[in-house]
T-cell receptor, first 115, second 113 residues
Framework: AQTVTQSQPEMSVQEAETVTLSCTYDTSESDYYLFWYKQPPSRQMILVIRQEAYKQQNATENRFSVNFQKAAKSFSLKISDSQLGDAAMYFCALGGGTSYGKLTFGQGTILTVHP | NAGVTQTPKFQVLKTGQSMTLQCAQDMNHEYMSWYRQDPGMGLRLIHYSVGAGITDQGEVPNGYNVSRSTTEDFPLRLLSAAPSQTSVYFC????????????FGPGTRLTVT
């Protein structure tokens, strides 16, 4: 069975500062993918960033980057230059390479951005 | 290109009633899934499909049925609603193959009284 744990129910950051959201996971598969999704108050699920387990290089998307520690099974999300629009619930998710698209989600972290 | 659409957006049911949550996608995606979102528990997989005519159970399938007669549609049926099924329901789709992201619909908030 796969598990994903987000140990920070809530986080806050000042506008323009940097914040890191934590995620740990467990899987017996060697071929898997990790995702961070953002859910603003509109409820829409939006992909933030994706990491392939077999790639050692950490993924980046503009102000968003990950720290992927495969041996430690850790997958944290760093948001640089935080903006008010970054305020949302963030979910870490794990998908196995052969899992036909099934995702296992963490519990979520609510991010508040202070002006 | 509407992406993934879900209807209705909100629904209130009485215990024991049945209903169908509709989901459709216009991206010709092979895989479709239903998740429920509950506070403090993230999203949990209810049922999924890898193609027309093929469905399977996820983590929390009890009380729900699905079918997939076309590539585009993947309805979720609540046979006899219970208060424990009060939740937000998301439909998602993605292309076949490895590592693709899932595209989510806007969700349905269901309350069972």
């Amino acid at each position: 069975a796969q598990t994903v744990t987000q140990s920070q129910p809530e986080m806050s950051v000042q506008e323009a500062e940097t914040v890191t959201l934590s995620c740990t996971y467990d899987t017996s598969e060697s071929d898997y993918y990790l995702f961070w999704y953002k859910q603003p108050p509109s409820r829409q699920m939006i992909l933030v960033i994706r990491q392939e387990a077999y790639k050692q290089q950490n993924a980046t998307e503009n102000r968003f980057s990950v720290n992927f520690q495969k041996a430690a099974k850790s997958f944290s999300l760093k948001i640089s230059d935080s903006q008010l629009g970054d305020a949302a619930m963030y979910f870490c998710a794990l998908g196995g390479g052969t899992s036909y698209g099934k995702l296992t989600f963490g519990q979520g972290t609510i991010l508040t951005v202070h002006p | 290109n509407a992406g993934v659409t879900q209807t209705p957006k909100f629904q209130v049911l009485k215990t024991g009633q049945s209903m169908t949550l509709q989901c459709a996608q216009d991206m010709n995606h092979e895989y479709m899934s239903w998740y429920r979102q509950d506070p403090g528990m993230g999203l949990r997989l209810i049922h999924y499909s890898v193609g027309a005519g093929i469905t399977d159970q996820g983590e929390v399938p009890n009380g729900y049925n699905v079918s997939r007669s076309t590539t585009e549609d993947f309805p979720l049926r609540l046979l006899s609603a219970a208060p424990s099924q009060t939740s937000v329901y998301f439909c998602a789709s993605r292309p076949g193959g490895r590592g693709y992201e899932q595209y989510f619909g806007p969700g349905t908030r269901l309350t069972v009284t």
